[in-house]
């Protein structure tokens, strides 16, 4: 078997590891290393794991992660999923399928200081689940609704998924922020019109909760401005360049520990669980990473990647062929495995074929594009059959809700999804107009 045939075989062998619920960092550590080992040998892989993993975990770039994720353990413990959703019930829950819109802005606002799908999503069930179905809202529209809004998390930034896909990509995190946002609002608003159409066509699944006192609206509204204020200093001040990354993710902490410290939410027990959950996730994404970094050794020893890239050049497709057919991989990828585990297992592989064909782009531009695509796809694997994690998620928050139901009500969700990823493969500037003016 040639070195490529025997990269191709665990490449595949991998990717069933994983679906078969092996723990990715194990699975990429266990098949790359074998793999190395195989086509160099045991000694020049100890030469490697003297090197590689430090390498891979001792970037500066990387710091910003347990950040983002304090930032998210603190605003979940800070009670702002509550703030926000009652914002935004204050200004549309009164309306047909008011509830629902209301619980996807209170998805969007709590992902924009959170950063994870699932996070946001299990967060916003605690607050939003018990006051849509207390209307009377059908279990299939509430729980497909949480499922979607979750999923919000990971294109608003901060996002997880894309500082990983940046440091993998050695791309800028603060552009691929910026280029996520457009995108995010059209997935935001997306969502709210595919509620209305849905409510449209069956009046009875989302009947309009009772209308606020002016009053209490103004309250409410303005009771949600932290996150506001939050969100725009750690987006404006990447915009404007007056801090880093990393520096945004450390600000946004601390002021989000400081809203839960006046508001009575953080004393010790929350704020030493806080750091708990950080320092735990940290350590799973790390170790994720370290597995990674010997799993994409092997490949470009294997040369797949490479011979990957020359057989479809040779192939005569053109580039727009080539790039849909590899987000349709994504998609089907997506139904059977994780979103972190998605990516960075394909990425090492697509990347380089992806920037090395010739869309009218610079291959920066190339990169961010192709990296808010993913996400995008990602985003519609998680509430997508037979996994669908955050349908999982959610519909466990809802016992009383068949899991077909919650899968029926994630439909108009998808729709919207694919729509999402049409826009941005007929108008790549969506989403890199933004990022082009740093």
Not at 32 to 50: D, E, V
Not at 144 to 150: F, N, S
Request: net charge neutral; proline share 6%; hydrophobic share 60%.
């Amino acid at each position: 078997m040639t070195d490529i045939g025997f990269g191709a075989l665990l490449f595949g062998v991998c990717l069933m590891l994983v679906a078969l619920r092996m723990p990715v960092a194990v699975a990429m550590f266990v098949v790359g290393g074998f793999g190395f080992a195989s086509l160099a040998s045991w000694p020049a892989f100890f030469n490697l794991l003297n090197t590689a993993p430090f390498g891979r975990v001792s970037s500066y770039t990387l710091s910003v992660l347990p950040l983002f994720l304090l930032m998210g353990h603190l605003a979940t413990r800070a009670g702002l999923s509550r703030l926000l959703f009652d914002a935004a019930r204050a200004c549309v829950g009164h309306r047909r399928g008011g509830l629902a819109v209301s619980t996807i802005g209170g998805c969007a606002g709590f992902g924009a200081v959170c950063g994870s799908s699932i996070a946001t999503g299990a967060t916003m069930a605690a607050v939003a689940l018990p006051e849509m179905r207390r209307h009377g809202y059908s279990g299939a529209l509430a729980t497909g609704t949480l499922a979607a809004g979750g999923t919000l998390g990971i294109l608003f930034p901060p996002s997880i998924i894309l500082v990983l896909y940046a440091v993998i990509t050695e791309q800028s995190i603060g552009k691929l922020f910026l280029a996520a946002l457009v995108p995010g609002i059209i997935a935001m608003l997306g969502y709210a019109a595919a509620i209305g159409v849905y409510v449209r066509m069956n009046p009875a699944a989302g009947p309009a909760a009772p209308p606020m006192p002016f009053g209490e609206r103004i309250r409410r509204i303005g009771k949600a401005w932290p996150v506001a204020a939050i969100f725009l200093t750690v987006i404006g001040g990447i915009y404007l360049g007056v801090f880093t990354p990393t520096e945004a993710a450390a600000i946004g902490s601390a002021a989000i520990a400081l809203v839960a410290l006046v508001s009575g939410r953080l004393g010790w027990s929350a704020l030493s669980a806080s750091l708990l959950d950080t320092a735990r996730a940290t350590g799973m994404i790390f170790l994720i990473l370290i597995g990674a970094e010997v799993f994409n050794a092997f490949l470009a020893l294997s040369q797949v990647p490479a011979s990957l890239a020359d057989a479809l050049a040779a192939s005569g497709l053109a580039p727009m062929v080539i790039l849909i057919g590899i987000l349709l991989v994504y998609l089907v990828l997506g139904c059977v495995m994780d979103s972190l585990a998605m990516i960075l297992l394909t990425v090492p592989v697509f990347f380089p074929l992806v920037t090395g064909l010739e869309f009218g782009y610079t291959q920066e531009e190339i990169a961010i594009w192709f990296g808010v695509m993913a996400l995008i796809v990602v985003e519609i694997g998680l509430i997508t059959p037979p996994i669908g994690l955050n349908v999982y998620a959610i519909n466990a928050m809802d016992p009383g809700v068949p899991l077909a139901e919650s899968f029926r009500g994630t439909v108009p969700f998808l729709l919207s999804g694919f729509v999402l990823l049409a826009i941005l493969l007929w108008a790549p500037g969506v989403c890199l107009w933004l990022s082009g003016l740093i």
